[in-house]
Nanobody
Framework: QVQLVESGGGSVQAGGSLRLSCVVSGRTFGSYAMGWFRQAPGKQREFVAVISWAGGTIKYGDSVKGRFAISRDNAKGTVLLQMNSLRPEDTAVYYC??????????????WGQGTQVTVSS
């Protein structure tokens, strides 16, 4: 069983930065592509970023390009999301997800519980 635990959420003013962390346990971390998603109240879940298992392929959602950066440390079983120039519209619960594929997944097999990010104007 794979478990994903997010941390690093919190409250920040617009223009500020946060770094989210997701620790993966239970299986070989390097076998999974890792993604970040978010969901704001009353809205559908939105894709934020994804990184392939070896880290060679990265994609971002249009709304976060140039502001967010995803990275991973396979030795530590951790994936990070550095969020800069935060805006009030970035306010959401952020979820980490893992997919049993080497490339960019279309579906994910495991999800974390989420961490709240609140950006005030």
């Amino acid at each position: 069983q794979v478990q994903l635990v997010e941390s690093g959420g919190g409250s920040v003013q617009a223009g500020g930065s946060l770094r989210l962390s997701c620790v993966v346990s239970g299986r070989t971390f390097g076998s999974y592509a890792m993604g970040w998603f978010r969901q704001a109240p009353g809205k559908q879940r939105e894709f934020v970023a994804v990184i392939s298992w070896a880290g060679g392929t990265i994609k971002y959602g249009d709304s976060v390009k140039g502001r967010f950066a995803i990275s991973r440390d396979n030795a530590k079983g951790t994936v990070l999301l550095q969020m800069n120039s935060l805006r009030p519209e970035d306010t959401a619960v952020y979820y980490c997800a893992a997919a049993r594929t080497a490339g960019i997944p279309s579906d994910y097999d495991y999800w974390g519980q989420g961490t709240q990010v609140t950006v005030s104007s």
